[in-house]
């Protein structure tokens, strides 16, 4: 059993930077793989980014590559998504999510058994 709490969220304008946490409770948080999701009003949840148990491995959607970076700190049970030039389009309620799989960087809400309880990020233009 993992428990996600997420934080970070808040109102940024275009162009600024947030990073987002996630804090797992449990003991096994480090053999899961850890991935970011956002889901703004009317539309369906989609991934953002996903890393590896180890944290070796990243993947990330086309609209954030380049702009977020996800990582992790296993000592801490602790995952982050550092949000960067962010534009109005970014805006949503994200969430963290623990797959299981600790080499998976899946990009599919299904593949993740424990979620957060999300933190919403406006950007205003």
């Known amino acids: 059993q993992v428990q996600l709490v997420e934080s970070g969220g808040g109102l940024v304008q275009a162009g600024g930077s947030l990073r987002l946490s996630c804090a797992a409770s449990?003991?096994?948080?480090?053999?899961?793989?850890m991935g970011w999701f956002r889901q703004a009003p009317g539309k369906e949840r989609e991934f953002v980014a996903a890393i590896t148990a180890s944290g070796r491995l990243t993947n990330y959607a086309d609209s954030v590559k380049g702009r977020f970076t996800i990582s992790r700190d296993n000592a801490k049970n602790t995952v982050y998504l550092q949000m960067n030039s962010l534009k109005p389009e970014d805006k949503a309620v994200y969430y963290c999510?623990?797959?299981?799989?600790?080499?998976?960087?899946?990009?599919?809400?299904?593949?993740?058994?424990?979620w957060g309880q999300g933190t919403q990020v406006t950007v205003s233009s």
């Open positions: 999510a623990a797959n299981p799989d600790q080499w998976m960087l899946a990009t599919m809400p299904n593949r993740y058994n424990y």
């Open positions: 449990g003991r096994t948080f480090s053999s899961y793989a």
